[in-house]
């Protein structure tokens, strides 16, 4: 019987020098879209998507992300005191969200190396890994559209194998993402077999139109595999090389996620999302408009 999926790494020790200055002394991972960081909406899918325990490997530096999940009960009761009770209510369901548990990866080699930080806390069941530079606000349960997350941790009990989200992009595109080699060039269904993952290709050289995203689950092979990799590109140990051992084993499954998602981590998706969150913000939406038709 699969295991049911209960924890999720979020690696954040990564330098995040694509966010510099900001990133110099603030996780990137606490970027606001608005008033909220994106870690928070990164946790808030894993805990709709049935994890109860969030393990983050950290680094010197990021100890703002733990800090944000913890209880504040002075500032909280500050607010009750000036009447601020859905602040207050809003700031203790934070400390509530969930468990937090830290690793430490001390030096940030690699993304695949962050996860490998982890096998202890992730002991011998599958297990979540969400990049939190990477936020998919859209899913609603209430519209039965899925989190990210459950997509795949759905798909893995039911076969048994890890599975990853991936998402078609404009060809022209592939170069900045890693680009998944399948049988066939589109989803029959709702996931379909990888064969093989290429880095950062040239478009004329891209196995196929989808992308991986920051959304996976694994079994815990991954971590044996993890463990054989020898560092490739940038001296980095790379994810993408366990993955393909992965495809050449027991079988790694890719899940076509449609799902909205910003990567905030690039300049124009960080400013599409504060716009596109505006936009859905009453308060925001006509006075964001209205200043836009003003500039032109
Ligand atoms: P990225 O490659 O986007 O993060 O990794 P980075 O290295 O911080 O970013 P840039 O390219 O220099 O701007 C995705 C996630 O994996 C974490 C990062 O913190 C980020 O959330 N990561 C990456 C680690 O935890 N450790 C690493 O060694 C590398």
Known sequence: MPHSIKKAVIPVAGWGTRGLPFTKEVPKEMIP??????????????????????????????????????????????????????????????????????????????????????????????????????????????????????????????????????????????????????ETPKFRGIYEKVLGTVEKPTPEKSPSNYAVVGRYVFQPEIMAALSEVKPGFGGEIQLTDAMDSLCSNKGLLAVDLKNERYDVGNLFQFLKAQIDFALKKPELSDKLKSYLSDRK
Not at 65 to 86: A, T, W
Not at 98 to 112: A, N
Request: proline share 6%.
């Open 33 to 182: 879209i608005l008033d909220i960081p994106a870690i928070h909406f990164v946790v808030e899918e894993a805990i709709h998507s049935g994890i109860e325990q969030i393990i983050f490997v950290t680094a010197r530096g990021k100890s703002a992300l733990e800090d944000y999940f913890d209880d504040s009960p002075y500032l909280i009761e500050i607010l009750r005191k000036k009447g601020k009770h859905e602040q207050a209510d809003f700031l203790q369901k934070i400390g509530k969200m969930c468990e937090i548990i830290s690793v430490r990866q001390k030096e940030p080699k690699g993304l695949g190396h962050a996860i490998l930080a982890a096998k202890n806390v992730v002991g011998n069941e599958p297990f979540g890994v969400c990049l939190a530079d990477e936020i998919f606000p859209s899913w609603d349960p209430r519209n039965k559209s899925l989190p990210p997350l459950k997509q795949l941790t759905e798909i893995s009990k039911s076969t048994g194998l890890s599975s990853i989200g991936v998402m078609e992009i404009d060809p022209k595109d592939s170069s900045s993402y890693g680009m998944i080699r399948m």
